[in-house]
């Protein structure tokens, strides 16, 4: 039997708010890069809520790049 420690997943570090992310949107396990990429589109949609609070009505969607 393998070991989760041996896994290359075990490199990409996360937080429990991209844990969370992530585990709504997957529940079998992913490759470190895919982990990496899925990250990086937490932090994407966060600066982009964020964005979004400050500029109210003159915020612009950006081009949806994840499709």
């Not at 070991?3 to 290359?8: A, D, N, P, V």
């Not at 990496?36 to 950006?62: C, M, S």
């Amino acid at each position: 039997m393998g070991s989760i420690l041996l896994c290359q997943c075990s490199t990409v570090t996360l937080v429990d708010e991209e844990r969370d992310f992530i585990n709504k949107q997957y529940e079998d396990c992913l490759c470190a890069s895919c982990l990496k990429e899925l990250k990086a589109q937490y932090h994407q949609q966060n600066f982009q809520n964020k964005l979004r609070g400050i500029l109210g009505v003159f915020y612009k969607e950006p081009p949806d790049t994840y499709t």
